[in-house]
């Protein structure tokens, strides 16, 4: 079956609407004593898709412009560039200055023609593809000055041509109208940036008092979400990177992204996605990559690929984050209600701002500033919502420990004195197994393990002093002979007499003093640099050599051979390096023929 044939009446009509609609768009626009003039119902307006065409073949063909459609200024993501043309007719005696305002922060290009009944015609450039300066006004919206005679028609032709969403909110101000438009706008950015920064103080606060994760990512969100705020009104450009417009351009992108990573963080942390619902949780983190990887391809994609997928990205997240705290809700997590209901405010004002960016919504305030209203609504919300969790979650607490408490009270009193029994016995082992573990067996000294824990905070104390540390490497020369000769018996009795020896030899020196293995003993002198340590060792040589031990009634002399280092204290290099620059000198020692003291400044030579 074909379709209904329209009444011809309907067509008619059609055709008289487009025809007022372009008779109204060429009939001059008359300034008069209004201090402020929206132009979109008075443009008329051509699409160059191939975004190359000059003012000059513009003005010849007039006929190809249109009025806009359905008023709306509003195109969506486009190629090309845009030509928008009004005439303008200026009747008020105390304005030869209009200043003409792009209220959209994000086109890359926006050239500005004015052309006058003479034929001269007068260029201005501006949007964000050039530096912050640039503009006639310090603003963060696209302006330009116009020079309008009195009583006199201009033609004004404004192309935009942006990778960004093409908006085009055309308006005309006198200097006092801008002023006091412009003073009552800022005013309420103000108020929303002032709510957005007490919220952050005030939760910067609790997160450092309580160290709860959530906060931190609330935090996060309140931070990112400010920045792509503070990029989409077009203050980072004015405020942050006005010498730019490189990260003019990226910044958009990169704020959505960084924004979506710290929004689903929050939600998987507030909603705890890990422990109920796993999937939900495997997800958000699929999310938190895609926004990862999508910021750091931003950085090198074109603005009209990478914005498009990131605000198409938005209303996926937010949704999916909706859809993540009513599965949790429906599990019986009560603070998700609150949750739930603040993202909904959230979600409706971002859905109405990105419908605006794709031409789907008419530009109103409540859909320009919803963004704005749903954010700070769901700041609000979430804030209270991270109270009540907070409190949810401490009456949790205090119920759980409350009942383990009733179920343990009587437990304690029938351990109590079980406990203190075994308490004391491991009391007494561990005594028994450290003074063990720290004593060798037979010679009564340090074990090598206990002199090892010792040094670190020996080496310490003399950097914080700033005072020298030695360590001395001894050896007892031909002890195996002692051994075969003698028997082990009189070997070990030989070694009990010389850590004796030794023992009270280092006595005044307050030395640490231990046995390194077999018939080795090492020793820290702290406070000692190489002269005075190399003089105690010396004085140790002495010692052992001079006084024969008797051991089973056998006069047995004993010798030794002595290494001695200069530890450096400033260089973090730990003990094994320094025992290994004494253990070089004790081999020198024994290799110029035993019983004498060498130092590792000897070796080094």
Not at 235 to 253: Q, T
Not at 415 to 428: I, P, V
Request: net charge positive; aromatic share 10%; proline share 4%.
């Amino acid at each position: 079956m074909g379709g209904r044939r329209m009444p011809a009446g309907f067509w008619l009509g059609a055709l008289l609407a487009l025809i007022c609609g372009w008779a109204r768009a060429q009939a001059p626009l008359e300034l008069g004593a209004t201090p402020h003039v929206a132009l979109s119902s008075h443009l008329s307006y051509y699409h160059d898709t191939t975004g190359k065409e000059e003012l000059q073949a513009i003005v010849q063909r007039p006929g190809r412009f249109m009025p806009l459609p359905s008023g709306s200024d509003a195109f969506g993501f486009q190629s090309g560039a845009f030509w928008f043309h009004t005439r303008l007719t200026n009747h008020n005696r105390q304005e030869p200055r209009w200043l003409l305002v792009q209220k959209y922060a994000l086109s890359d290009r926006i050239d500005v023609y004015l052309r006058y009944r003479d034929g001269r015609v007068v260029h201005q450039a501006g949007g964000d593809s050039l530096p912050f300066g640039a503009r006639s006004i310090h603003y963060r919206d696209p302006n330009f000055w116009l020079v309008l005679p009195r009583d006199e028609p201009v033609d004004l032709y404004v192309r935009v041509q942006s990778q960004s969403s093409m908006q085009v909110p055309l308006s005309l101000y006198t200097p006092a109208g801008f002023t006091e438009v412009s003073r009552d706008s800022q005013f309420g950015i103000g108020i929303y940036y002032g709510i957005l920064l007490a919220l952050f103080v005030y939760n910067l606060v609790l997160w450092l008092t309580l160290r709860d994760p959530s906060y931190f990512w609330y935090l996060f969100h309140i931070a990112a979400f400010g920045l792509v705020l503070f990029t989409l009104n077009g203050l980072g450009f004015e405020y942050l990177w006005p010498d730019s417009p490189w990260l003019a351009d990226k910044s958009v992108p990169l704020s959505i992204c960084l924004a979506q990573v710290g929004m689903q963080q929050f939600a998987r942390t507030f909603l705890g996605l890990r422990e109920r619902w796993r999937l939900g949780d495997r997800v958000g983190l699929g999310m938190i990559a895609f926004f990862v990887v999508l910021g750091i391809a931003a950085t090198q994609l074109p603005y009209r690929i990478s914005t498009p997928i990131a605000s198409a990205a938005v209303f996926i997240s937010i949704a999916w984050i909706a859809a993540a705290a009513v599965v949790v809700m429906a599990r019986g997590y009560k603070p998700a209600r609150l949750f739930l209901l603040a993202w909904s405010m959230f979600l409706l004002g971002t859905g109405m701002f990105a419908a605006i960016a794709f031409g789907l919504l008419p530009k109103t305030f409540i859909t320009t500033y919803g963004v704005q209203i749903g954010s700070a609504l769901e700041i609000l919300l979430l804030s209270v919502a991270l109270g009540y969790r907070y409190a949810s979650l401490r009456n949790e607490n205090e119920r759980i420990v409350r009942e383990a408490k009733q179920q343990l009270e009587h437990k304690v009193e029938l351990r109590t004195a079980e406990l203190r029994n075994a308490l004391g016995q491991l009391g007494d082992a561990h005594a028994r197994l450290r003074e063990s573990s720290q004593r060798d067996g037979l010679t009564g000294l340090y074990t090598r393990t206990h002199f090892r824990d010792a040094f670190e905070p020996l080496l310490m104390q003399t950097r914080d002093s700033n005072r020298p540390m030695s360590l001395l490497m001894i050896d007892l020369d031909h002890f195996k002979q002692i051994n075969d000769r003698f028997g082990h018996l009189t070997g070990d009795e030989c070694l009990r007499w010389a850590a004796r020896t030794l023992g009270q030899a280092l006595r005044p020196h307050n030395a640490l003093l231990a046995r390194f293995g077999g018939e080795e003993f090492i020793v820290a002198l702290a406070g000692l640099d190489l002269k005075a340590a190399s003089a105690v060792a010396e004085d140790l040589r002495l010692h052992l050599r001079d006084e024969p031990c008797d051991a089973h009634g056998q006069q047995i002399r004993i010798t030794a051979s002595i290494g001695v280092h200069q530890v450096d204290t400033q260089r973090r290099r730990g003990i094994d390096a320094a025992l290994q620059q004494a253990d070089e000198a004790l081999y020198r020692a024994k290799a110029d023929g035993r019983d004498c003291v060498r130092t590792s400044a000897m070796q080094s030579a």
